[in-house]
Nanobody, 118 residues
């Protein structure tokens, strides 16, 4: 299975920026993405990106967050700017099979805490 190692979480003030990184143990054709879970809330998709660079974003982060990937490094990034207190959550890296693949899978990172103070 694929192991995902995350880094970059931390504590920032509202309006600040953070860059999250997640490196996979092996290269795949996976969709790579970031999810987040706030206390008492369900885990939700923040953004994801295909090998070819197609992206999806939650409406709440459009214009503020940018997802990117370096296929050579097996790494996905989430650049977060203009952070708001409501962005506070544990952020999880995810690797999943594209919808058109017959074999489906999901792998998760350990999670990294992002806290935005007001």
């Amino acid at each position: 299975q694929v192991q995902l190692v995350e880094s970059g979480g931390g504590l920032v003030q509202a309006g600040g920026s953070l860059r999250l990184s997640c490196t996979a143990s092996s290269s795949t054709g996976s969709i790579l993405g970031w999810y987040r879970q706030a206390p008492g809330k369900q885990r939700e998709l923040v953004a994801d990106i295909s090998v070819g660079g197609n992206t999806n974003y939650a409406d709440s982060v459009k214009g503020r967050f940018t997802i990117s990937r370096d296929n050579g490094k097996n790494t996905v990034y989430l650049q977060m700017v203009s952070l708001k207190p409501e962005d506070t959550a544990v952020y999880y890296c995810n690797a999943r099979a594209p919808r058109y693949w017959s074999t489906q899978y999901n792998y998760w990172g350990q999670g990294t805490q992002v806290t935005v103070s007001s």
